[in-house]
């Protein structure tokens, strides 16, 4: 198992650099350059016209990983990895679509809310079902570090688990606000996911070979995303990534994992919530100079040290990688006997 899952990281990274090297050129060439709101920071201005949709690397060379390395766990009646990346391509589609619109109308405003809220919520509960029916998830929260599982009515459950998804997902995307920040942040979890699926054993390597393979997805991208970006992925890339943050945490059966997990993810949401929750309820009044609270460092909030792009991806990167340890140890032994 421990070679394949190298195999599997090794290809994705290797595919990826080289599809980056002609995606991007040819990004350039039809001008896919991504707009900036006019509400951002002044200095990120500079970055019009920066190609978007970068995503499609790491999301080929996570499929390209998958669909080899993965072939003797298909064999094997093992569909779990498969189900995960084509939960992801379908948010990678969702945001293809809005990217897609704001490249047409030449603004930085794709779908509606309402009709990216219910897309999301449509293939949620697609893969909840298929998850459920192939046996990969249960309707029970299992409870990592206390090592108990609390019972809970299937309904309430997936109702529950539809909302966190489509929650998870959209927190990482607006993770998605400075180069290299969303798959920096996201390489953690997925190291963790893969280092799980290792320690549970042989059962679970479909989903350790989507682990490692989209951990070396990542990697290569970032020879193209990170400070300064020659590309971004897009809500094609974040919205994929969003999708496989959560997909594997279900299909691992232990979703409270995205708590310690998502940190990260969790903080960017609720700075943007309570920002706009405090404007509404006080008139026109902020609590962060920007949000979601990368912006707010970079504009030097509270404190007056305007921190860098690199040292908020660092920062992030490093907190989140904190929490993945503790995550690890909270539910490596749940199989142990």
């Known amino acids: 198992m421990t070679v394949r899952l190298m195999i599997a990281f090794v290809l994705a990274f290797a595919v990826a650099a080289l599809v980056g090297k002609f995606y991007v050129p040819w990004l350039r060439k039809i001008k896919a350059g991504q707009e900036i709101l006019d509400v951002g920071p ?3 201005k500079s970055k019009a016209g920066t190609p978007t949709m970068g995503g499609v690397i790491f999301i080929a060379a996570t499929a390209v990983s998958v669909l080899t390395v993965g072939i003797p766990d298909l064999r094997e009646g093992s569909r779990g990895a498969l189900f995960v990346l084509l939960f992801s391509l379908f948010f990678g589609a969702i945001g293809f679509l809005d990217d897609y619109e704001k490249l047409k109308k030449k603004q930085n405003l794709g779908l509606s809310a309402r009709a990216k809220f219910l897309l999301q919520l449509a293939v949620a509960l697609v893969l909840l079902y298929l ?5 990969y998830l249960t309707p029970h929260l299992y409870v990592p570090f206390w090592n ?3 019972w809970l009515p299937e309904w309430l459950y997936f109702v529950l688990a539809a909302f966190i998804i489509v929650g998870t997902v959209n927190a990482v995307n607006l993770t998605d606000g400075l180069d290299g920040l969303a798959a920096s942040v996201t390489i953690p979890v997925f190291v963790c996911y893969t280092a799980v699926a290792f320690c549970w054993g ?3 390597s479909s989903m350790g070979v989507f682990s490692a393979a989209l951990t070396g997805g990542l990697f290569g991208f970032l020879l193209y995303n990170f400070y300064p970006a020659k590309c971004f992925m897009g809500d094609t890339g974040s919205l994929f990534l969003g999708g496989a943050v959560c ?6 059966d232990m979703p409270l994992i995205l708590i310690p997990l998502g940190i990260i993810y969790i903080v960017e949401a609720l700075s943007d919530i309570i920002q706009v929750g405090y404007f509404k309820l006080s008139h026109g ?3 962060f100079k920007m949000a979601p609270i990368h912006h707010h460092m970079e504009m030097g909030g509270w404190f007056g040290h305007k921190w860098t792009e690199k040292q908020i991806v660092t920062l992030f990167a490093g907190i989140t990688l ?4 503790i995550a690890f140890f909270g539910c490596k032994d749940r199989f142990a006997f």
């Open 285 to 287: 009044k902020r609590v």
């Open 148 to 150: 108990v599982t609390l």
């Open 247 to 252: 997909g594997t945490a279900f299909a691992l």
């Open 202 to 204: 042989m059962h679970f």
């Open 322 to 325: 904190v929490f993945a340890v």
């Open 131 to 135: 998850l459920r029916l192939e046996g």
């Open 42 to 44: 002044n200095w990120h």
